[in-house]
């Protein structure tokens, strides 16, 4: 049985920063792509980081040079290190995790993330 479990949301003020993990069970992790996703209220989910087996990353433009995206094979863990937070980042983030040759992905259950003073 697949698990996504996030931690690591909050409060936090304008230019703050946050880091989100996200642990994974019930997979071979170190083959797997994983993603953070998030989704902010009245908007469609959108694509925020993601880093592949061999550990290249992407980013979507919105967060380049902001956010940063790591996993930890040996722990099964993926993070998303946070920094220079804006209120347009708050919304709820979603870890996932990839199959690359079955096509299949797993979701956690999304984490809260607010940037307000």
């Known amino acids: 049985q697949v698990q996504l479990v996030e931690s690591g949301g909050g409060l936090v003020q304008p230019g703050g920063s946050l880091r989100l993990s996200c642990a994974a069970s019930?997979?071979?992790?170190?083959?797997?792509?994983m993603r953070w996703y998030r989704q902010a209220p009245g908007k469609q989910r959108e694509f925020v980081a993601g880093?592949?087996?061999?550990?290249?990353?992407r980013y979507a433009d919105s967060v380049k040079g902001r956010f940063t995206i790591s996993r930890d094979n040996a722990k099964k863990t993926v993070y998303l290190q946070m920094n220079s937070l804006k209120p347009e980042d708050t919304a709820v983030y979603y870890c996932?995790?990839?199959?690359?040759?079955?096509?299949?992905?797993?979701w956690g259950q999304g984490i809260q993330v607010t940037v307000s003073s």
């Open positions: 019930g997979i071979i992790f170190n083959i797997y792509t």
């Open positions: 880093i592949i087996s061999s550990g290249t990353t």
């Open positions: 996932n995790a990839y199959h690359p040759w079955s096509g299949v992905e797993n």
